[in-house]
Antibody
Framework: QVQLVESGGGLVQPGGSLRLSCAVS????????LSWIRQAPGKGLEWISY????????YYADSVKGRFTISRDNAKNSMFLQMNSLRAEDTAVYYC???????????????WGQGTLVTVSS | HSVLTQPPSASGTPGQRVTISCSGS????????VSWYQQLPGAAPKLLIY???QRPSGVPDRFSGSKSGTSASLAISGLQSEDEADYYC???????????FGGGTKLTVL
């Protein structure tokens, strides 16, 4: 059974840092492109970043470029999102999601985690 | 505001057919394929349609997608109460080199 489980969310002050993790099971982690997507409270979905299976191809949304860093550890079946210089507008539920092998583009995501809430506030 | 434009709300009665539009530009929908997601209250999004009009295994054929030029549509036929949810379109934007979502459409089943 495919499972993605995010962790690492919490309350952080503006300017602070957090590291989110996405632990996966039920599929061959190293075969898949993965993405982070966030959803501010009561708002819509926002694509944040994706990483290729080898970790060599990475893209970011302009809203997080230079502040967030995506990475993965294929030996540990885990993906990460290092978030620095956090702002109030980064407050959101953060989801990790998988691009299925039958899709060849980034915004095709067939399996999602339950999300982890990040709150940026003083 | 979102790069892809959706109506904020839509509604229909049980059994009806409803459509939700998604308008983009040459750099996203015009050049790339569209996905659609359903998000039930308190849940993670679920992939409904990929590559404009393909359904993942398990998605009822009441859901269908289409694309023409720089716009796409999601159609739901035989509307059911459990279809009440938020629906999002998504595509890759070549100019931004980023994924983009529509602002979402809240579907109410009357």
């Amino acid at each position: 059974q495919v499972q993605l489980v995010e962790s690492g969310g919490g309350l952080v002050q503006p300017g602070g840092s957090l590291r989110l993790s996405c632990a996966v099971s039920g599929f061959t982690f190293s075969d898949y492109y993965l993405s982070w997507i966030r959803q501010a409270p009561g708002k819509g979905l926002e694509w944040i970043s994706y990483i290729s299976p080898s970790g060599t191809t990475i893209y970011y949304a302009d809203s997080v470029k230079g502040r967030f860093t995506i990475s993965r550890d294929n030996a540990k079946n885990s993906m990460f999102l290092q978030m620095n210089s956090l702002r109030a507008e980064d407050t959101a539920v953060y989801y990790c999601a998988r691009r299925p092998l039958y899709c060849s583009y980034t915004t095709c995501l067939d399996s999602w985690g339950q999300g982890t809430l990040v709150t940026v506030s003083s | 505001h979102s790069v892809l434009t959706q109506p904020p709300s839509a509604s229909g009665t049980p059994g009806q057919r409803v459509t939700i539009s998604c308008s983009g530009s040459d750099s996203n929908i015009g050049l790339n394929t569209v996905s659609w997601y359903q998000q039930l209250p308190g849940a993670a999004p679920k992939l409904l349609i990929y590559t404009n009009n393909q359904r993942p295994s398990g998605v009822p054929d009441r859901f269908s997608g289409s694309k023409s030029g720089t716009s796409a549509s999601l159609a739901i036929s035989g509307l059911q109460s459990e279809d009440e949810a938020d629906y999002y379109c998504a595509a890759w934007d070549g100019s931004l080199s980023a994924g983009v979502f529509g602002g979402g459409t809240k579907l109410t089943v009357l």
